[in-house]
């Protein structure tokens, strides 16, 4: 139980609900157990916050005003099909338990919540859906968590800083495909203004801490990271 439960304390949760009361006793609840919480209160919110801050999981009331749960949900699983998502209901209406399934709601829990039965079950799907696929094997020896977001060469973490992390994180996403300097740039230099040469004196930071194979550069186009590098 304990051990299981160690996957929530990384991770970063969105909860959606209209209900002030009933947010407040959730938002308490989950807050024991999760590094953080994220707040929104209709789906519209929800969407936004989601985008701003790409949660790890979703929790969202179905009933709320501006834009409901499974419609948020839907637009969310366009953005991100692999990120968790929770449904509440305090109805267990066939036709939106069948819409629920087709938008790929990862479960459906009635309300009023068991809290016994309710925390067993996010960190369940935790395990299922975010541990089994969080270590990406990058060549023997060289490994990226993706919950932790960190490198790991040798068993030994290599500390990054924000923006050699999300630099990492884009070409692991696209690993083994080049990243065009225009995407790297608008990723991890959000609003700023790099020039060329500082993008490579930044690589050349990064090899030096990781190995100089690790990023492969494409002259003119960009960079990437391949799978099996030796």
């Avoid at 070409?171 to 495909?177: A, F, H, P, S, V």
Wanted: proline residues 3%; neutral net charge; glycine residues 6%.
């Amino acid at each position: 139980r304990r051990k299981m439960n160690k996957i929530l304390a990384s991770l970063t949760i969105l909860l959606v609900e209209d209900d002030g009361e009933a947010r407040k006793l959730m938002q308490e609840l989950l807050q024991g157990e999760f590094a953080k919480v994220i707040i929104a209160q209709n789906g519209d919110e929800g969407l936004k916050k989601f985008k701003k801050f790409n949660p790890d999981m979703v929790v969202t009331d179905i009933a709320m005003p501006i834009l409901g749960g499974l419609e948020m949900a839907q637009e969310i699983k366009k953005i991100s099909k692999d990120t968790p998502v929770i449904a509440l209901s305090a109805f267990s209406e066939k036709e939106r338990l069948l819409k629920a399934i087709d938008i790929g709601i990862d479960k459906y829990v009635l309300k009023p919540v068991d809290m016994d039965e309710f925390l067993p079950a996010l960190e369940k799907l935790a395990q299922d859906k975010i541990a089994a696929v969080s270590v990406i094997e990058i060549s023997s020896g060289l490994s990226f968590n993706k919950i932790k977001r960190v490198l790991i060469k040798e068993e030994e973490e290599i500390s990054l800083t924000k923006k050699e992390l999300s630099f990492v994180s884009l070409l692991i996403k696209c690993l083994g495909t080049v990243v065009p300097h225009e995407e790297i740039k608008n990723v991890v230099w959000v609003g700023e203004s790099v020039s060329e040469a500082a993008i490579r004196t930044f690589v050349k930071r990064l090899r030096d801490k990781v190995g100089t194979d690790f990023i492969k550069n494409s002259p003119g186009l960009g960079y990437k990271i391949d799978a099996n590098f030796k």
